[in-house]
């Protein structure tokens, strides 16, 4: 059934108060079918959980909300299990289940919020491990067509927070299943960020992955406001990468500035020290502000609008590339 005017407050988790002319939901890929055939041509939206959105207009079209469920093993061997969950689950509860079942390799994913489906649109990433480390394919309605098409991991173009559904493909499919190769032996990966301090706190020496699971969501919920309470799309900007001499400069300065390496001309600065170093860190600007905790988080504290919360990322970018002579890329798909 197709609603009109609707308001996408609830769908998207920047709070963001704008409507939509028309709003359904599909729960299995023929009843996508049924309705692409309809809205032929026409604007769309497709929505997951509305985690990575800043929506900063109505939307003057139809916005499909993503409801296809169910999780089933395809195939297993002795020590890998394929599995596939329907785009429409929603991402940390398949964590979860996998986590029960004692499949291994998206431990360190949890707590990300969304729906499975568009896990593979940004190629998600936390603590080590993106989701291309275990990716097997997906299957996608071509909106233009209706025709169902496979990609695999190497189809899909994977790279830091990128995918080619967000470039030669965008806006061109609707992922609708998506398969994941899981280990069946216990292998964790606990070497990124803080998850070994965190599991000594825990006074966990051989961790499980369900222990695992449990440091990455304390870590996560210490510092990532939750967006039930702070409007929030998780970080707003991509880590840039430099080259080594601009490093070398910026240490002139801030001899303590942190880098990861990349290959060997390029580092890794995290966004989130330029924009605290920068001042930016707390600071509110009417009803939208830069997270107190985490840097690379900008926050809706009530009724900010999406243009409001943009004109603050525009800012913070001129900023850095004033003081550093780098210029942030948003992660956020702005609407
Ligand atoms: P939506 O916001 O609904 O959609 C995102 C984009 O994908 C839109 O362009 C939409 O049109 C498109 N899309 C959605 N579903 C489909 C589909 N089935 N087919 C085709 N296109 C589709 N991300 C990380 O990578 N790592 C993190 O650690 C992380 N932490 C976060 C923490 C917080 C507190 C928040 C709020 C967000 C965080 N994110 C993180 C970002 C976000 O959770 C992920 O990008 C997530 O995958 C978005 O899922 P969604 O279903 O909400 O997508
Ligand atoms: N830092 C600061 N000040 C801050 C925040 C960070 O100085 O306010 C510096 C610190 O040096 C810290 C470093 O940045 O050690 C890294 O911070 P953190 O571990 O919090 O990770 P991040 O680089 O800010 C990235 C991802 C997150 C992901 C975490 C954990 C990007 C854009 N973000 O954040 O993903 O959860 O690592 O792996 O790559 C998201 O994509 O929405 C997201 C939350």
Known sequence: MISENVSLKPFNTFGIDVKATRFATFASPEELGQILKDNKNKPLLILGGGSNLLLTKDFDGLVL?????????????????????????V???????CISKNYCGIENLSLIPGSVGASPMQNIGAYGVE???????????EIATGEIHTFDNETCEFGYRESIFKHA????????????KLSKTQNTNTSYGAINQQLEVMGIGNPTIKDVSDAVIAIRSS??????????????????????????????NYPNAPSYPVGEQHVKVPAGWLIETAGWKGKVVGETGVHKNQALVLVNYGDATG?????LSTDIIED???????????????L
């Open 320 to 334: 850095i590339n004033q003081k550093f002579k780098i210029l942030l890329t948003r992660e956020v798909n702005i």
């Open 169 to 180: 493909v965008k806006n061109q499919y609707v992922i609708t299943n998506v398969y994941f």
């Open 307 to 311: 243009k409001e919360i943009y004109q």
């Open 223 to 252: 510092k990532l406001p939750n967006p039930k309470e702070i409007g929030n799309a998780g970080s707003f900007f991509k880590n840039p990468v430099i080259e080594h001499a601009h490093y070398q400069e910026i240490l002139k």
């Open 91 to 97: 991402w940390h509860e398949f964590v979860l289940y």
């Open 131 to 141: 989701i291309k480390d275990v990716f097997d394919k997906l299957e996608a309605v």
């Open 65 to 89: 909300k993503n409801e296809i469920k169910g999780i089933e093993v395809i195939s297993e061997t002795a020590d890998e299990v394929l599995i596939r969950s329907g785009a429409g689950e």
